[in-house]
């Protein structure tokens, strides 16, 4: 039988390892844009970017699908439940993004002419 201490642990890995990845994609897209439009504004420097960046999302994504391969059945049981439901975050995620009229930033809004309001 399944611990449900496990599940929720396996769980919480996977969706950390989901948020740490979409920060370090967010940083690389982010970054650049930044280095193209107003370097000045980099104050810190990051080492070894963009090399460490790739590192850590190549090794997260190493580790989540190295636990498909483990030979215990309570890793793949709560694997498999983790990755559909992240998969059903990120469509969602995307399909609200496209969604016409949405504004996705503050910075969107100032482009058009309009102001954000919280």
């Not at 996705?104 to 102001?115: D, I, V």
């Amino acid at each position: 039988m399944i611990a449900l201490g496990g599940i929720i642990g396996a769980g919480l890995f996977v969706g950390s390892s989901a948020v740490i990845d979409t920060v370090a994609v967010a940083q690389l897209r982010m970054r650049r844009q930044l280095e193209r439009e107003s370097p000045e504004r980099l104050k810190v420097r990051m080492w070894l970017y963009p090399w460490l960046t790739w590192a850590s999302i190549v090794a997260i994504v190493a580790i989540v699908a190295s636990m498909a391969f483990v030979n215990d059945e309570a890793t793949r049981a709560y694997l498999v439940p983790s990755l559909i439901s992240l998969a059903i975050v990120v469509a969602v995620a995307f399909g609200r993004e496209r969604l016409p009229g949405r504004r996705t930033s503050p910075a969107a809004g100032r482009r058009r002419g309009t102001t954000a309001t919280a």
